[in-house]
């Protein structure tokens, strides 16, 4: 969680791709982090990160989509979620 705040905090507005595939430490937190950090963020992988609660990554979907309660475009447009717990 603490390298993701960090490449979070570092990348920001310009962070549009991120690949976490099989980051196994990283928790809810994380998602939280990218909400915050990186609103333009459109493709995600974060395939076989088994401490991924599906309310967090349905929750940043919607933060970028909503946010300013407007919709935004583009949205995340594509995250990768096998092997994940809670599929």
């Keep these: ?3 993701v705040l960090r490449i979070a ?3 920001g507005r310009r962070l549009r791709s991120l690949c976490l595939n099989h980051c196994v430490r990283i928790t809810d937190v994380s998602m939280y ?4 950090h990186c609103p333009l963020i459109t493709e ?3 395939q076989g990160c088994t401490q991924l609660s599906a309310s967090a ?3 940043l979907m919607r ?3 909503y946010r300013n309660g407007l919709l ?3 949205a995340v447009l594509s995250i990768e979620l096998a092997k994940c717990a809670f599929l």
């Design 63 to 65: 933060t970028l989509a």
């Design 1 to 3: 969680d603490d390298l």
């Design 33 to 36: 982090h990218l909400s915050t």
């Design 44 to 46: 995600l992988h974060i």
């Design 57 to 59: 990554v349905l929750n």
């Design 9 to 11: 905090q570092k990348a």
């Design 72 to 74: 935004r475009k583009p």
